[in-house]
Nanobody, 124 residues
């Protein structure tokens, strides 16, 4: 089993930055593809970004390219999401997800492991 724990959420003013962390643990937490999704109440969970287990490949939702950066430290079993120039519409619960094999990588159904989520609120 794999456990994922997100942290780093909070309240920030528009234009500010936050860095989210996703810490993985468990006997089988190595060589995982890790993604970030976000969800606002009443809407579907949307893809934000993903990173391969080597860190060499990263993909982003088109609307977020240039503001968000995903990275990982495999020695610490942690994946990060650096969010810059935040906007009120970035307000959501952010979830990290992981699995060993994905197809497109942008669908919720492709990931077996999920964290509990961390709230990000951007005030105007």
């Amino acid at each position: 089993q794999v456990q994922l724990v997100e942290s780093g959420g909070g309240l920030v003013q528009a234009g500010g930055s936050l860095r989210l962390s996703c810490a993985a643990s468990g006997r089988t937490s190595s060589q995982l593809i890790v993604a970030w999704f976000r969800q606002v109440p009443g809407k579907e969970r949307d893809f934000v970004a993903l990173i391969s287990w080597t860190g060499r490949l990263a993909q982003y939702a088109d609307s977020l390219k240039g503001r968000f950066t995903i990275s990982r430290d495999n020695a610490e079993n942690t994946v990060y999401l650096q969010m810059n120039s935040l906007k009120p519409e970035d307000t959501a619960v952010y979830y990290c997800a992981a699995d060993r094999v994905v197809s497109s990588g942008s669908a919720v159904t492709e990931y077996a492991y999920w964290g509990q989520g961390t709230q990000v609120t951007v005030s105007s």
